[in-house]
């Protein structure tokens, strides 16, 4: 038997950071997915977690741990397949370190992925992230914070990660004035940012507090503002604005809801994908093609120039109905 914690400990502490390279984000994204499938199988086992082995992990528990995550935490089939790759790529660490484990390797990696369904993207319209950014207080210092975060979230189309993790030499308010987002996968981008984004943003840097680590959002306690902390502003305007305008109560807006949006009015705004994805920072375009199903402009467009077939005119008549009644007569002797 193979202790579960010297393999995992390896895989999250030395593996991904130094031999992968993967961002802080992701390190924390499969963390917490490893702390969801001990801590089930710990209460599953009866074990303390310390006490885990790897062959304690083995396919009929990772079955019931991405069946748990779905029925009871109510999480969707994406996040599942999230947790499934964390769970395969550290199986996949240890299938040449612990040869004892190869063959319990190779079936867990042999678990596929859920088929997840590729809905629509949701949005707001421009009236309703009007009534979103209007939501903060301007004349307190955590709305002013929450004005800019909000305004920039939109404007520059940001990850919710990226916000966050923006840092002030990040920041140029220089003319022209821009912003250098590191993205996912270590993509870099530079982009413009609207007078508008700028007013809130020198509102917010004139009463923001003087902090070392050099992180543009702060919360409430002077620390780095959190993914979780910005959901919770979010939310708490949402709630505000949805009072302006009910239309906004009807939809859920998160984080990515924002990037959205941006992405929808871009690509109404210059009717190009192309444009769209360089601005979002996506790796290909096949990423940014959502956005194209979801708009109907274009398709408008290609409706008008194909065109129908035409109808010839005319227009239903119903029988005479003494004609109607011998007419079924008629028919009913043929049957007998």
Known sequence: MTALAPPLSQFLGEHLPRDQGAS??????YAYSFQLLVTFAAQRLHKTPSR???????VPMILAFLDHIEQDRGN??????????????FFRFIEYRVPA???QSLRVRAIPMKKTDEALVASLTREEIQALVDAPDPKTLSGTRDRAMLHLAFAAGLRVSELVGLRLDQLDLQNPCTIHVIGKGRRERVLPLW??????????LAVRQQRQDGALFLNAAGQTMTR???EYILGKHVATAAL???SVATKRVTPHVLRHSCAMHMLQATQDIRKVALWLGHASLQSTEAYLRADPTEKLEALGAAGGP?????????????????????HHQKLC
């Open 24 to 29: 802080p984000h992701t390190c924390d994204a």
């Open 52 to 58: 885990l082995e790897v062959e304690d992990v083995g």
């Open 76 to 89: 969707t089939a994406r996040s599942r397949n999230a947790r499934l790759a964390a769970i395969r790529s």
């Open 101 to 103: 484990c190869l063959d």
């Open 195 to 204: 007078k508008e984004s700028v007013v809130a943003l020198r509102a917010w």
């Open 228 to 230: 979780s902390g910005f």
């Open 244 to 246: 302006r305008l009910p």
């Open 310 to 330: 035409t109808l010839q005119p005319g227009k239903f008549r119903p029988p005479d109905k003494v004609i109607a009644m011998i007419t079924g007569q008629r």
